[in-house]
């Protein structure tokens, strides 16, 4: 079975720039996450998906931020315009049932803004 | 105060050692408790749950919850090289609410 998978691996963008981050979650998991962390923080929530309905989006940090699931599967995550403290990892999880914790995260998209 | 305290560490000990990972939580409402381990450049492994106070093992992993100090540990027996990873705590304020995890702490087994 694959895992859940993130594109690109890592971005390299300037600040001002767009940049879309793609997360396909294990097939059937209804429950899509994102994360973030950021140099030397914890790994911090974003936003939750259930299929293609936002739960939850009380971690965006803010309106440049734009989060997507159409059709409830693979999901996108939009920052526009990019700027310098947007710089971190971020990672999408999924999971079948809302199972407390048993999330399965992908490798991460490393985002540098410059 | 941050909701789940983790010492970043580096932790180095050598190949055989018993390894002794903590963290401290604030928020009386957790009640889940999880360890995630993560391997450099790759996303968080689920490694261990517990639910309740008390030790849980399975194989050369125990973890430790003891709520009246909200204080959760992880002690790795017969370390091993390949356990050379990022441990992080994490928990749910409860069952419907995003986990929260702590910074994490690395460590390297050394053979």
């Known amino acids: 079975e694959a895992g859940v998978t993130q594109f690109p691996s890592h971005s390299v963008i300037e600040k001002g720039q767009t940049v879309t981050l793609r997360c396909d979650p294990i097939?059937?998991?209804?429950?899509l996450y994102w994360y973030r962390r950021v140099m030397g923080k914890e790994i911090k929530f974003l936003l939750h998906f259930v299929k293609e309905s936002k739960q939850d989006e009380s971690g965006m940090p803010n309106n440049r931020f734009l989060a997507e699931r159409t059709g409830g599967t693979y999901s996108t995550l939009k920052v526009q315009p990019a700027e310098l403290e947007d710089s971190g990892v971020y990672f999408c999880?999924?999971?079948?049932?809302?199972?407390?914790?048993?999330?399965?995260f992908g490798e991460g998209s490393r985002l540098t803004v410059l | 105060q941050k909701e789940v305290e983790q010492d970043p560490g580096p932790l180095s000990v050598p190949e055989g050692a018993i390894v002794s990972l903590n963290c401290t939580y604030s928020n009386s409402a957790f009640q889940y408790f999880m360890w995630y381990r993560q391997y450099s450049r790759k996303g968080p492994e689920l490694l261990m749950y517990t639910y309740s106070s008390g030790n849980k093992e399975d194989g050369r992993f125990t973890a430790q919850v003891d709520k009246s100090s909200k204080y959760i540990s992880l002690f790795i027996r017969d370390s091993q090289p390949s356990d050379s990873a990022t441990y992080l705590c994490?928990?749910?304020?409860?069952?419907?609410?995003?986990?929260?995890f702590g910074k994490g702490t690395r460590l390297s087994v050394i053979a």
């Open positions: 994490a928990s749910p304020t409860s069952g419907n609410t995003p986990l929260v």
């Open positions: 097939s059937g998991h209804d429950n």
């Open positions: 999880a999924s999971s079948h049932m809302r199972a407390t914790g048993e999330l399965f």
